[in-house]
């Protein structure tokens, strides 16, 4: 034993490189440093393949913050004319804001990469470039709430804060500090596009001057998809001969006899008939003119409010005036979810008295009644529900055999609140744009994208099955091939 070991310490260092355990030793070594180059060079490659693809990002949010939507997607896909996206700060003062602006870049980038190439995206800093501002004279850059610019050949757009982000807007007023609570961009960017990319645009005015009520979110809708809205009052001014749409939006006060005659002349159009007016009644308004109007075109305004009684219809927890409404056989073709349905609030009933110039839109169950504005206590509601459904919506069409006009008459200005409009369990906002596209013979580009926000940043496991799956990977999986690869290479080494 004492002659082995001493030949062994003869052999120094260069015995030690041709033992076998040195042999081993080196093979794990250079094992090792084969792995962890490999890390980095799978590293390196998978982040040039993300920046390149961004579409191989994952997404584990649970309410799929950093995915695009699916008819984003589907509209950029289909994109035939280039845009340019200038982003009004440089790049990395952009992401550097908050977590919400380095959402909204990685969703510009997937947009970019849906588009096939129609889509552009640059950074741009104002600052050290003041003659690009120029180019846009119709931007006011003193405001500090531009974020970016859409633009395709002539035409071009503003985004604002207001329009790419939420934010705590009352710490906003008194503070001047901005609290982001998510990001609308994706929406922002899309119906931008849609507009810079339409020409000749359908024109709607919306008539003002009898006290109407908030129309402020139906005008932004309309206006989102790529129609030119105005405002026009017919005390001090006409109608645009080339509007193709009339929105008069629940008045308050009643329009007077020149009003009326004015709107009658528009929609005759000298016998080329081709206009549409959009009346959305103010249940509480007293308007005989108006009711007079509507007469000549075979409608009525019931004198009180629908009321729903079939839990089938009925809103959870609001009240028997909220209720869902039935599809008739318009405009509802072309619904991208017909499944969703309209919902109507505080709605009087629209009575037809010529079937055959008139029709229903938009119905209530058979179980629907009218409570009378003069009910009085020895009112039953059992006998106002005659068992056939009552007309929330109703059209009268006239037509000189070629070309036609239209009156729509909606009896709740409620449903298009901005509550409503956003809602993405309601088709409020889709139905009365699939009127506006369908009349007007327009593809049906809109669009409606909700905020996305990061309340929520847990793995998207909701159901049991991907929890469990995720659970037997990590648990049992995983664990179960580590430990067997340790077996392997302990067994390996104790028979060498």
């Known amino acids: 034993m004492k002659k082995e070991k001493n030949a062994s310490q003869k052999g120094g260092f260069i015995g030690f490189l041709k033992s076998r355990r040195a042999r081993h030793g080196a093979l794990a070594a250079a094992i090792t440093a084969v792995v962890i180059a490999v890390v980095i060079v799978l590293n390196v490659i998978v982040g040039l393949l993300v ?35 200038y982003i009004l700060a440089p790049e990395k003062q952009f992401e550097s804001g908050n977590q919400y602006f380095v959402q909204a870049k990685n969703l510009l980038e997937k947009m970019i990469s849906s588009s096939n190439g129609k889509l552009t995206l640059k950074y741009v800093d104002t600052s050290e470039n003041p003659s690009f501002t120029k180019k846009y004279e119709d931007i006011d850059w003193t405001s500090n709430k531009n974020v970016a610019i859409v633009e395709c050949g002539d035409q071009y757009k503003s985004l604002s804060i207001d329009e790419c ?75 645009d001969k080339d509007a193709s749409f009339v929105v008069l939006f629940a008045p308050a006060a009643d329009i007077d006899e020149d009003t009326s005659q004015k709107l009658s002349e528009w929609l005759k159009n000298d016998g080329k008939y081709g206009k549409n007016l959009i009346y959305i009644a103010n249940p509480d308004a007293s308007t005989p003119n108006l009711d007079d109007f509507l007469a000549e075109w075979n409608m009525k305004l019931t004198d009180g409010y629908i009321f729903e009684t079939s839990g089938d219809y009925l809103l959870n927890g609001v009240s028997q005036y909220a209720f869902i409404t039935d599809y008739t056989d318009y405009y509802k073709d072309k619904l991208k979810n017909p499944n969703i349905p309209v919902i109507a609030y505080q709605a009087r009933g629209v009575e037809v008295s010529d079937e055959n110039t008139t029709h229903s839109i938009l119905n209530t169950s058979s179980y629907a009644g009218i409570v009378p504005f003069d009910a009085d206590d020895d009112w039953d509601y059992k006998d106002a529900v005659k068992g056939e459904p009552i007309a929330v919506a109703a059209e009268s069409v006239k037509s000189d055999g070629e070309m036609e006009s239209r009156v729509m008459v909606f009896g709740s200005y409620a449903m298009f609140s901005s509550g409503f409009i956003s809602m993405n369990s309601a088709n409020n906002s889709a139905f009365i744009m699939n009127i506006f596209n369908t009349v007007s013979e327009k593809a049906d580009d809109s669009i409606t994208i909700e905020s996305k926000k990061l309340d929520a940043q847990e793995l998207g496991a909701n159901d049991e099955t991907t929890a469990n799956v995720i659970m037997v990977i990590f648990v049992i999986v995983i664990p179960v091939l580590i430990l067997a690869a340790g077996i392997v290479v302990w067994i390996r080494r104790r028979n060498k």
């Open 165 to 239: 982000f939420t934010y705590d807007e009352q710490a906003a007023s008194y503070y001047g500090y901005y609290e982001y609570t998510g990001t609308t961009i994706e929406q922002a960017v899309v119906t931008a596009t849609l507009n810079v990319t339409t020409e000749d645009k359908v024109i709607v005015d919306f008539l003002t001057g009898n006290q109407e009520a908030d129309f402020s979110s139906l005008k932004t809708l309309i206006s989102n998809n790529a129609y030119q809205v105005n405002e026009i009052n017919l005390l001090t001014s006409d109608i």
């Open 51 to 85: 920046d390149r693809f961004p579409e191989l990002k994952l997404d584990l949010t649970s309410n799929k913050a950093y995915e695009l939507q699916d008819d984003t997607s589907d509209y950029l896909s289909h994109l035939k004319k280039d845009v340019t996206i």
